[in-house]
């Protein structure tokens, strides 16, 4: 089954960290840009980062710059987005989505896999 998996969401403190992982199975991950989008309930999916097939090229939303970071272990088939200085309006749930090019894609219907998503919850 070809899929992807999210986990490391949870609950965190103001000014707390998480580190999101995104592992593929049934398929390499080598090929594939990856991208982290987030939707917050009532909000329309938001991409927060993207990291290109080789890993040669990140990009990120300008509301998680410079706190965020995106990267990917091909060997382990896995992506990753460390989030530290968490704040409230982080909270949202979480995806990765997958799409056969070397960079990632503003469209969401292009992508060509989604995982099932993990909240994250950003609350004192």
């Known amino acids: 089954q070809l899929q992807l998996v999210e986990s490391g969401g949870g609950l965190v403190q103001p000014g707390g960290s998480l580190r999101l992982s995104c592992a593929a199975s049934?398929?390499?991950?080598?090929?594939?840009?990856i991208a982290w989008f987030r939707q917050a309930p009532g909000k329309e999916r938001e991409r927060i980062s993207c990291?290109?097939?080789?890993?040669?090229?990140?990009n990120y939303a300008d509301s998680v710059k410079g706190r965020f970071a995106i990267s990917r272990d091909n060997a382990k088939n896995t992506v990753y987005l460390q989030m530290n200085s968490l704040k409230p309006e982080d909270t949202a749930v979480y995806y990765c989505?997958?799409?056969?090019?070397?960079?990632?894609?503003?469209?969401?219907?292009?992508?060509?896999?989604w995982g099932q998503g993990t909240q994250v919850t950003v609350s004192s």
């Open positions: 049934g398929f390499t991950l080598d090929y594939y840009a």
């Open positions: 990291i290109s097939s080789t890993g040669g090229s990140t």
């Open positions: 989505a997958a799409l056969r090019l070397y960079s990632c894609s503003v469209s969401v219907p292009s992508y060509n896999y």
